[in-house]
């Protein structure tokens, strides 16, 4: 089992910048997936970054080039910096981890993974 604790978010304007953090703890292998999916209100769960533990990444088109997934495997924590904020970003950003056959946004939906963090909230006016 998995463990996930999110930190950051908060509100910004529209064109700021956060950054959420994924504590990991548990265990994980070489074929875990991990990353970002948010959530508004009445919509559905929505992968936004993922990361494997090589470093590879992927993003959902509406945030390539303004997010950027990294990992500290130190620290055991991923983060993901949000930058250039549009008011469609807001919503609830959980940190879920997985082993999946593509760690990729676009091959994976959010109903695969099955270990999640609380979630954080990011709101852009």
């Known amino acids: 089992h998995v463990q996930l604790v999110e930190s950051g978010g908060g509100s910004v304007q529209a064109g700021g910048s956060l950054r959420v953090s994924c504590a990991v703890s548990?265990?994980?292998?070489?074929?875990?997936?991990i990353g970002w999916f948010r959530q508004d209100t009445g919509k559905e769960r929505e992968g936004v970054a993922l990361?494997?533990?090589?470093?590879?990444?992927s993003y959902a088109d509406s945030v390539q080039g303004r997010f950027t997934i990294s990992q500290d495997k130190g620290k055991n924590t991923r983060y993901l910096q949000m930058n250039s904020l549009k008011p469609e970003d807001t919503g609830m950003y959980y940190c879920?981890?997985?082993?999946?056959?593509?760690?990729?946004?676009?091959?994976?939906?959010?109903?695969?993974?099955?270990?999640w963090g609380q979630g954080t909230q990011v709101t852009v006016s």
């Open positions: 879920a981890a997985e082993v999946v056959g593509v760690c990729s946004v676009k091959h994976v939906r959010w109903y695969e993974f099955n270990n």
């Open positions: 548990g265990y994980t292998t070489r074929s875990t997936c």
């Open positions: 990361i494997d533990s090589d470093g590879r990444t």
